[in-house]
Structures are given as C-alpha cells and as structure tokens.
C-alpha cells in the first residue's frame, strides 16, 4: 500500500484517475432495508461529501466501502480492477482488498486506551502491514508533528482532549498509507469549540490532494471542501453535484425541505 517515502504524501494520481465505482449497493438489516441501490464514482484526488437526515444510509455506504459491512447486491470495483458482485458469495480476500485500499475515520475515535499515542499509531503498520517498527516510528512522529501533536506521543488516550483524539485518529488512518480515507462524522463527538481544529485538519489534507470521502452535518465545510455532494434519504441518492449547485440551487424537493431545515431552522 505505500506509494512514496514520504508520509505525508498523498497517493499520486494516475491516468484515467477513477479510485472507485460502485453500482446498485444494497443493504437490509433484518427487515430494513438501510441501501436500496447505491451508485457512486470516486476519482483519485477527489473529496465526496455524503449528507443527508439520520438512519439516511451514509454510515452504511462508507462501511460497506471499507469492507466492514458486505452488501447484499451491487457491484464495486477499485483502481480499475475487476468488480466485486455482492449478489455472490464474496472471498475473503475481495473484502480484503477494499480494507487495504481504505482507511477509516470514527465519530468516537476508536483508540487503544490502553496505548500511547505512538503506539496506536503504529499498531497497523507494524502488525498489519508488517512495517519494520523503526521506520513505522519515524513515520508515526511525522505525522504528528504535521497536526501538532508531536509532544503527545507519550500521552494516553484519556490524558487527550476530544479534539486531539480525534487528529490522533486521523493519523492513524493516514499512518496506514491508504488511497482512500473515509470519515464517519468525525466532529459529531466533539464539543463545538473543539470542531474546528479537526476541520482544518481535514481541510488541508483535502488540498494535498487525499482522495476522501466524508459524511457530515459541517455543511458550511461540505460546500468549502467537497468536490462532489450526494444528498441521501431513505437509502437512495436524491441528488448529486457540485456543492455550489446542491446548496445554493438544489434541483430536488427532498433536497430543498432538508437543508432549510438544517440552515434555516428557524425561518
């Protein structure tokens, strides 16, 4: 999964530059059905903004992306390789390919209590990746000096403020040197004054040239960073295009009715 020696580094984009293209994902729980035909294309460089109400499916979307929830129906390909068809029983190693093309981002940052901040940030190159511990460690300190948090390596989760966990997060996706970053509401948790740090993060790792995708209720950051907004409601896209057009001049009802409802609440 590496693509260059420098950590900090996005994966560099390629001729023809699609990352991802999935078709038709379904999704039931039980009863529910949560993904009721999902199509969405990612080109490298690319940051997709998912919004839309709760139990809308996008948390759904970014896992089964990732791998971690395996689609009823529907196809996904990667890098331009063969499609994965969920309508079949999927391999092992398809659902491990996606994994290792991905990394996610957590509303509750997800951190080994346990560890310090370095070791949570090397525990997947080093026991997963299999990356010689020196230069996990050297990478690992990089990217914390690039949030700044690089004299917090020895701190504990707990001694953190939600915020730096948060980026602690972030590092530890990046750490693992994926071509895609996927973010789960990642300032949900947060208090509100602790929101912006974890933006501009995120915000910058955007203009490097991360290829992302994101589900948030930070609109005023979708319209400033997404390249692509899909509007999602029921489990189907409603709508998609550029955050200019969704925002200001969206072409739906259902669009309309719910960012009034988030932007002007009290109209």
Do not use: C
């Not at 560099?12 to 999935?22: F, I, K, M, N």
């Amino acid at each position: 999964m590496s693509h260059t020696d420098d950590p900090l580094a996005p994966p560099p984009v390629t001729d023809g530059g699609e990352l991802l293209a999935a078709q038709g994902i379904r999704k039931s729980f039980g009863d529910t059905e949560v993904l009721r035909g999902i199509d969405l294309e990612l080109t490298r460089g690319e940051v997709l903004v998912l919004i839309g109400p709760s139990g809308s499916g996008k948390t759904t979307v970014l896992r089964a992306l990732n791998g971690l929830e395996t689609p009823d129906a529907g196809t996904i390909r990667v890098d331009g390789g063969p499609s994965i068809d969920f309508s079949a029983p999927v391999k092992k190693a398809d659902r491990s390919a996606l994994r290792d093309r991905s990394a996610m981002v957590f509303q509750q940052h997800n951190l080994f209590p346990h560890k310090t901040v370095l070791e949570n940030v090397i525990e997947g190159p080093v026991q997963v990746q299999r990356v010689p511990k020196g230069q996990a460690v050297a990478e690992a300190l990089a990217l914390l000096e690039r949030v700044g948090l690089a004299e917090k390596r020895d701190a504990y989760p707990h001694e953190l403020s939600g915020g730096q966990q948060q980026r602690v997060g972030i590092v530890r996706a990046l750490a693992l040197k994926p071509d895609l970053l996927l973010f789960d509401e990642p300032t949900s948790a947060l208090d509100p004054e602790l929101v912006g740090e974890v933006l501009t993060v995120i915000k910058e790792l955007a203009e490097e040239g991360w290829t992302m995708v994101l589900v948030t209720h930070e609109l005023a950051f979708a319209r400033q960073a997404a390249d692509v907004v899909l509007f999602l409601d029921h489990g189907v896209v409603v709508e998609r295009g550029h955050p200019a057009q969704i925002f200001t001049t969206p072409r739906e009802e259902r669009t309309k009715k719910f960012l009034d409802r988030i932007l002007r609440p009290f109209d």
